[in-house]
């Protein structure tokens, strides 16, 4: 499966992004899908996941309350929904799939910088 993530931009704190990650290649709805950033120097960390049904959705600590991830597999799309951003936020975020235990696809990241 290939993965194209959009929707990155500068936004000031406090501010809200949309990113997007459309899936190609094969039906999205076979694989559990997530979002990871990596903020300069500094290691890709998880950010959500979601599974094939919607129904499980995983965040990490610092983003819960104000990040919502989604999907809609009739458009082969995930979706992160990003409130209440913080100069903290800031990094390159990847889409990624996985139909086993690991993520295996991985797109080419979108840039999102928040301004304090």
């Known amino acids: 499966v290939q993965l194209q993530a959009y929707g990155g931009g500068l936004v000031q704190a406090g501010g809200s992004l949309r990113l997007s990650c459309a899936a190609s290649?094969?039906?999205?709805?076979?694989?559990?899908l997530g979002w990871f950033r990596q903020a300069p120097g500094k290691e890709r960390e998880f950010v959500a996941s979601?599974?094939?049904?919607?129904?499980?959705?995983y965040y990490t600590d610092s983003v819960k309350g104000r990040f919502t991830i989604s999907r809609d597999n009739a458009k082969n799309t995930v979706y992160l929904q990003m409130n209440s951003l913080k100069s903290e936020d800031t990094g390159v975020y990847y889409c990624?799939?996985?139909?086993?235990?690991?993520?295996?696809?991985w797109g080419q990241g979108t840039q999102v910088t928040v301004s304090s």
């Open positions: 990624a799939a996985k139909a086993g235990s690991t993520f295996e696809y």
């Open positions: 290649g094969r039906p999205a709805g076979n694989y559990f």
């Open positions: 979601i599974n094939w049904t919607g129904v499980r959705r």
